[in-house]
Nanobody
């Protein structure tokens, strides 16, 4: 079992930046790929970014390419999402995800509780 705990959400103005963290604990050797998804009210869950266990393979969702950066600290079992040039449409609950082996945007079986990101216009 892997436990994921997100932190760092909040409210920011349009064009601003915000960083999220996701700490993995438990059987972290099973965490494999870590990533982020988001879900806004009334919308389907959307893939944001994913990073392989080694950090060598990274992919982004089309909506965030060029603005968001995912990284990972293996020693601290933590994944990060740095978000720049935020837009109101980035407002959502952001969920940390882990458990897949292949970095392809598909979700793994482990989920965090989510953290709210609100971008004001």
């Amino acid at each position: 079992q892997v436990r994921l705990v997100e932190s760092g959400g909040g409210t920011v103005q349009t064009g601003g930046s915000l960083g999220l963290s996701c700490l993995a604990s438990g059987h972290i050797e099973s965490a494999y790929t870590m990533g982020w998804f988001r879900q806004a009210p009334g919308k389907e869950r959307e893939f944001v970014a994913a990073i392989s266990r080694t950090g060598l393979s990274i992919i982004y969702g089309n909506a965030v390419k060029g603005r968001f950066t995912i990284s990972r600290d293996g020693a601290e079992n933590t994944a990060y999402l740095h978000m720049n040039s935020l837009k109101p449409e980035d407002s959502a609950v952001y969920y940390c995800n882990a458990g897949t082996i292949v970095v392809d945007g598909a979700p793994g079986i482990y989920w965090g509780q989510g953290t709210q990101v609100t971008v004001s216009s």
